[in-house]
């Protein structure tokens, strides 16, 4: 069959990501991308060696052979090109959040289930191989019942009030940032993982610099650290740096989780631990090759990833022999891998992360908010 043709819409630092992994792939190829303006997609394009660059990502939408796109641009324009995308019937991979509100969201969901595309919301760290086998792990029962899980999401790229990014700012990011950017990713893997949903939340959310300095410049994500003094101007910031947040999950199951982003030398911290009525497992995602195994009698062991020791389900997450790592760039190969037979085959879509998964992690979102405003648990809508 003919190869996917795909676009890229958005040139910053998940846009190279995407562009990478679609050239992993056997049965796809890039063929445009599409950014705010000619020169900013003309200069990405050369560099990535691509030579169909466009300032309007409707000019993409319009071309027939175009099969499939991908949003990796800032978060206010999430729904408008997924809508447009949807409605041009392209299947379409949008970086979460998904919208700005969960009432956009829910009309993504709509619609694409109108138009029969397939869509998936890019909770990538669904594909780590360890995470795929603590899933199996939970669902083949050797964990026993889930009684707890608890974790934290820790980072330190907006540690100095010096540190900016359009995620700061609510109009572009939203109004949250924190659990919005990573606590969402916890809490989408969180119930992936055990198959238990999040019934309730209670939070505390806060902002640590309530003014930051903005660069005069724009600058990319993770980048900034060389810029002096004169380069920057004040700007009152609402959005959160940390939360804690309980969990209450149907059944027995209840969960803890911290998110921060001024975690001195916590550089992408995602820490789960599950405890079960059998074993604990632990995983760390600045050590994605390792699994913790916890006994209560006996010796704990430590599983390094190797597809021969993986359950089978969880053994095509993994393309390596075992010793040779895997990391985050091959968390989106796993996935775009998926997407694209589920765009030859629509019964593969449940092994993606659809648009009702970003729907649903809004909610979480606005509940945390909720929460956090209100001093008390709420439910999510």
Request: aromatic share 8%; charged share 25%.
């Amino acid at each position: 069959m003919s190869k996917v043709r795909v676009a890229v819409i958005g040139t910053g630092f998940v846009g190279r990501v995407h562009v990478e992994n679609i050239r992993r792939q056997t049965d796809a190829e890039i063929v445009a991308i599409a950014d705010q303006n000619d020169e900013l997609a003309a200069s990405f394009g050369g560099a990535l060696g691509i030579a169909r660059a466009t300032g309007d990502y409707r000019e993409l939408l319009a071309d027939a052979s175009i099969d499939a796109v991908h949003i990796c641009t800032p978060n206010h324009t999430h729904f408008p090109i997924a809508r447009d995308a949807i409605s041009a019937g392209k299947h379409v991979i949008c970086e979460k959040p998904l919208a700005m509100t969960s009432q956009e969201a829910a009309a993504l969901v709509d619609l694409a289930r109108e138009k029969g595309v397939v869509n998936a919301t890019s909770y990538n760290l669904r594909f780590y191989p360890n995470a795929a086998q603590m899933r199996r792990m939970v669902a083949t029962g050797e964990v026993g019942e889930v009684l707890a899980i608890q974790g934290t999401y820790s980072q330190d790229w907006l540690f100095y009030d010096t540190d900016y990014n359009w995620r700061l700012e609510p109009e572009v990011g939203g109004v949250s940032r924190a659990m919005a950017d990573i606590g969402s990713h916890w809490c989408d893997l969180a119930e992936h993982v055990t198959g238990r949903r999040i019934q309730a939340v209670c939070a505390e959310l806060a902002t640590f610099h309530p003014v930051r300095k903005k660069p005069k410049r724009a600058i990319e994500t993770y980048a900034g650290k060389m810029l002096k003094p004169e380069d920057y101007e004040d700007r009152p910031i609402s959005t959160e740096d940390f939360g804690a947040i309980l969990l209450r999950f149907d059944g027995r199951m209840r969960g803890a989780l911290t998110i921060n982003q001024v975690a001195a030398g916590r550089k992408n911290r995602l820490l789960m631990e599950v405890y079960g009525t059998k074993r604990g497992l632990a995983w760390d995602g600045e050590r994605p090759n390792e699994l913790w195994i916890g006994r209560r009698d006996g010796n704990n062991e430590l599983l390094v990833k190797d597809p021969s020791l993986l359950e089978a389900e969880a053994r095509s997450f993994a393309d390596l022999p075992g010793g040779h790592a895997e990391g985050y760039a091959d968390t989106f190969k796993q996935f775009f891998r998926r997407f694209y037979a589920a765009c030859r085959d629509r019964s593969r879509a449940s092994e993606i992360p659809g648009f009702d998964a970003g729907l649903r992690q809004l909610r979480l979102v606005e509940a945390v908010l909720r929460s956090s405003a209100e001093g008390g648990w709420v439910e999510p809508e």
